[in-house]
């Protein structure tokens, strides 16, 4: 079956590499291409590293182990492999309109699949779904008003960013980009918004390293996807701890 | 006792805000300014005990600001910069400038608290 998922797989990329000019690439089209390599690739190392031992599994004991040495190997042959690439391809597929639409994602997401991502699964939850405002409270020294006010900070630097950002984009001003990025990096990290510091932290590599508008527009384009999950995550934690 | 002031140099109204409150809390006369103009206008009337300074900041950096507080002030206050640019160059140049102390983004308002402290009993 697994072949057989990959089979329909590579076609999706097949059918995705034919639909677009290369001179044309859209943020979308870009998006959707590299989603559907990145399950394919995960997919295929899975294979190449799982089917080995597969056969010879027999007692539960040393299935786990085996799988733990497995989950090991997969990760430091490939470690840009996480669960931020796996959670966007499952989402991806759930509102996929092509051929792949018939397929379960969720039914192949077996116990391999599981124990492959488990580790970066936990962290990387918790680090995007969930911001401990607690911390921040504490620096505050327990005044709720300021706290209130860093997170309305918080939230109209990161809407002048992605204003200022689209402004950089279209007009390929990448210092000025870089820039933007640097003076927001230090208030997401001082707010715990992890996944939105990362994305930040990618656009600024973009405008100092390749300065592909493309790249920068999908990384641009994360982020407004991201903010409002963050925006409330940190609503619902102060409301949480209000209720406190 | 007569609290000592405390000049804020920083564009970010995010970390401003949190640090102002808690340089007040620790006792100190924080005046803030968000670029580096209001600095220098600052600065032509008053000179506070220390600086507390970005290094990116409109119209005059943190590094313009060093010089400018050594050179043209002739000041031997203690300046803390703060940036998230921490990289060698950035920390060398401060120094080489004249800079007492440098920490990076994001600043915990504790240990700016402790530097700043220590900047002044040196004095």
């Known amino acids: 079956m697994k072949t057989k998922n990959l089979l329909f797989q590579l076609s999706d990329l097949e059918s995705h590499l034919n639909n677009f000019s290369s001179e044309k690439l859209t943020t979308d089209e870009a998006f959707h291409l590299k989603i559907s390599f990145q399950h394919f690739k995960k997919n295929l190392l899975e294979m190449v590293f799982l089917s080995r031992e597969s056969n010879n599994d027999s007692s539960n004991d040393s ?7 497995r989950t090991n190997e997969f990760e430091t042959a490939y470690p840009e492999i996480d669960l931020q690439t796996y959670e ?5 597929h759930k509102s996929y309109g092509n051929v792949l639409k018939d ?4 039914a ?11 580790g970066k699964t936990n962290d990387k939850q918790n680090s995007d779904n969930q911001i401990d405002l607690s911390i921040i409270l504490e620096e505050c020294m327990g ?9 309305t900070l918080f939230i109209g630097n990161a809407l002048e960013f992605m204003g200022a950002a689209k402004i950089h984009l ?14 927001i990096k230090a208030g997401l990290a001082m707010m715990r918004t992890d996944g939105l510091h990362d ?14 508008p493309k790249h920068l527009e999908f990384l641009c384009k994360c982020f407004n996807e991201e903010f409002p999950k963050v925006k409330k995550s940190l609503d619902s934690a102060y409301v949480e701890l209000t209720n406190n | 006792m007569t609290k000592k002031r405390l000049l804020l140099a920083e564009d970010d109204e995010l970390l401003a805000s949190l640090l102002n409150f808690r340089l007040k809390k620790g006792g100190y006369d924080v005046s803030h300014r968000a670029n580096g103009k209001e600095v220098k206008e600052y600065l ?30 002739n000041s031997q206050i203690p300046i803390i910069i703060i940036s998230s640019a921490g990289n060698e160059e950035n920390v060398l140049n401060a120094f080489e400038l004249g800079a007492n102390d440098f920490i990076s983004k994001p600043v915990s308002p504790s240990e700016l608290l402790v530097r700043v402290a220590r900047e002044l009993n040196k004095n």
Request: charged content about 30%.
């Open chain 1, 88 to 92: 966007a391809i499952v989402e991806h």
């Open chain 1, 63 to 69: 299935q786990e182990k085996k799988s733990i040495a």
């Open chain 1, 143 to 151: 005044e709720m008003g300021l706290l209130r006010e860093l997170i």
């Open chain 1, 170 to 183: 279209q007009s390929e001003d990448f210092e000025q980009l870089d820039f933007a990025a640097h003076k």
């Open chain 1, 103 to 106: 397929l379960e994602i969720d």
């Open chain 2, 44 to 73: 032509a009337g008053t000179m506070p005990d220390i600086i507390v300074s970005d290094i990116m900041m409109p119209y005059f950096s943190g590094m313009e600001l060093i010089a400018y507080v050594r050179k043209e002030l």
């Open chain 1, 108 to 118: 192949a997401m077996d116990e391999k699949d599981f124990l492959i991502f488990k």
């Open chain 1, 199 to 212: 994305i930040v932290v990618q656009i600024q590599k973009g405008c100092k390293i390749d300065q592909d």
